[in-house]
């Protein structure tokens, strides 16, 4: 079944660790992937994106992704994690431009003294 | 920057009321979209609009109906509450061409509690 997998509910990490998210799909093309973050109490913002080419993307916050087509995956990270990137993170896609979106179960970010 | 308002955030009703949930942009967007958010299941859609007076059913669109008479405006509509909609919406739009289309502008959410 076509679906969006955000295989971690709940991650914790210390303030100036790296940070991986991850997400997979499986779909039978390439979709159109996206990451957004919600922070507490607020609506989603975007933080990337990927449509094609370089396979390494950079979004807003210090963040990036890399697609891997061969693993059917689209993975978050960050270098060193803020106290402030405590939120909950999707990943979402779309089938093609212009589609709608289809979001992950989403993962809540933890970040510790 | 776009902004999404939903009307309210918090909102508490008994089963069997009909309710409505409302929500404008203030930037001209095409798009419009109602998703509910459940812990565990991510962000579900109900409902969406390509343009005025036009809807398409997302996902989970049965116990929901929407209106959008006017393009800045989209509303939900619980024609009879029951507790198993218990929870958060977002609305959300988008520009509606162009290669920023996909990209979501969310409201802060709406918490509705069926008891």
Known sequence: AQSVTQPDIHITVSEGASLELRCNYSYGATPYLFWYVQSPGQGLQLLLKYFSGDTLVQGIKGFEAEFK????????????????????YFCAVALYQGGKLIFGQGTELSVKP | DVKVTQSSRYLVKRTGEKVFLECVQDMDHENMFWYRQDPGLGLRLIYFSYDVKMKEKGDIPEGYSVSREKKER??????????????????ASSVGSGTDNEKLFFGSGTQLSVL
């Open chain 1, 69 to 88: 087509r061969s693993q059917s995956s689209f993975n978050l990270r960050k270098p060193s994690v803020h106290w402030s990137d405590a939120a909950e």
């Open chain 2, 74 to 91: 989209f509303s939900l509509i619980l024609e009879s509450a029951s507790t198993n909609q218990t929870s958060m919406y977002l609305c």
